[in-house]
């Protein structure tokens, strides 16, 4: 390693910026002088270098064009999933809005159920069906809070439903017109006959107690009679669909399988029905011994 002394390295520091000065100004004085030559020369060296700057180039193309193409897919993923979360809740509006078209469509049924001689009425909505093999029972979500009562009827807008059989504070019971338990006091409208409306637990209840000379035809309209106090006449019931054995079957208006909605509807006529028989345990015998300690009662 070669070592300067002090004068000589001062020496050049001092030459040296002074040079590069007279050397900047000698290339600006030839660029002025001749502009060809220069650019002749930068064009010389631009040439020599592109082969180059192409080759250089083309990777960082490539990678420039991968990285676009994972800027589009990570858009195209985001922008999936905002549309499935779109669709999502498109999909629930939908939902809700059928679901409210038909509890509307349901309730636009009851509108024509209103019935002029009542004395009160209540909407309730059924909450629960007993349907099965032995009972045919809805549960309605009104109760005495709601004022109705046992014996009330309960209707749609097509026809008669049934009738309260348990009333509690916040829910009753409806038995229905097809359960084995329900006699309804009927008039046959093509045969202008009396009859009783008979559930068997079917689908389609029976008519009883009609007579020979008041032979029902299928197509008949079955209505109530207003007989026994319970329900007023004029009520629908249903239409004579088979006769089976001669015995007349009666198709109900009301589609009882898919109730989702009744009016509760009091007539006035609910005492007419007696009241249920409180129960009443049996007081347990007592029991001493008699002579020899045989039990005596």
Do not use: C
């Not at 038909?102 to 002029?116: D, S």
């Not at 829910?171 to 009396?194: E, K, M, Q, Y």
């Not at 637990?201 to 008519?207: F, I």
């Not at 000379?213 to 629908?236: C, E, H, I, N």
């Amino acid at each position: 390693m070669i070592r300067l002394s002090p004068q000589l390295r001062a020496a050049i520091q001092r030459t040296v910026l002074p040079l590069l000065i007279l050397v900047s100004a000698a290339i600006i004085v030839l660029g002025k002088a001749d502009r060809m030559l220069f650019d002749s020369l930068r064009t010389a060296t631009a040439d020599s270098l592109a082969p180059a700057l192409e080759t250089l180039s083309r990777p960082i193309g490539a990678v420039d064009g991968v990285v676009d193409r994972i800027r589009g897919f990570i858009g195209t993923y985001e922008e999936n999933r905002r549309l499935t979360r779109e669709n999502e809740r498109l999909l629930r509006w939908q939902q809700t809005a059928l679901d409210l078209a038909t509890e509307n469509r349901k309730l636009r049924g009851l509108v024509k159920a209103v019935p002029q001689q009542a004395v009160s009425y209540v909407t309730a909505e059924v909450i629960a069906n007993s349907g099965g093999a032995y009972v045919r029972t809805v549960m309605v979500d009104a109760g005495s809070d709601q004022r109705v009562a046992r014996g009330e009827a309960a209707i749609t807008g097509e026809g008669l439903v049934g009738r309260l059989t348990e009333v509690g504070t916040r829910a009753a019971r409806v038995l229905l017109i097809t359960d084995l338990n329900s006699r309804i006091p009927v008039v046959i409208d093509g045969a202008h006959a009396n009859a009783v409306l008979a559930g068997d637990n079917s689908e389609r209840p029976r008519l009883i107690y009609l007579s020979p000379s008041d032979a029902a035809k299928v197509g008949d309209r079955v209505v109530t009679s207003g007989d026994g106090g319970v329900f007023p006449p004029g009520l629908p019931v249903g239409v004579v669909a088979s006769i089976e054995g001669g015995v007349p079957r009666v198709e109900p208006f009301v589609e009882l399988s898919q109730l989702s909605y009744v009016m509760i509807v009091d007539y006035g006529l609910a005492n007419a029905l007696p009241m249920p028989v409180p129960f009443a345990p049996r007081a347990a015998a007592r029991v001493r011994l008699g002579p020899g300690n045989a039990a005596v009662r």
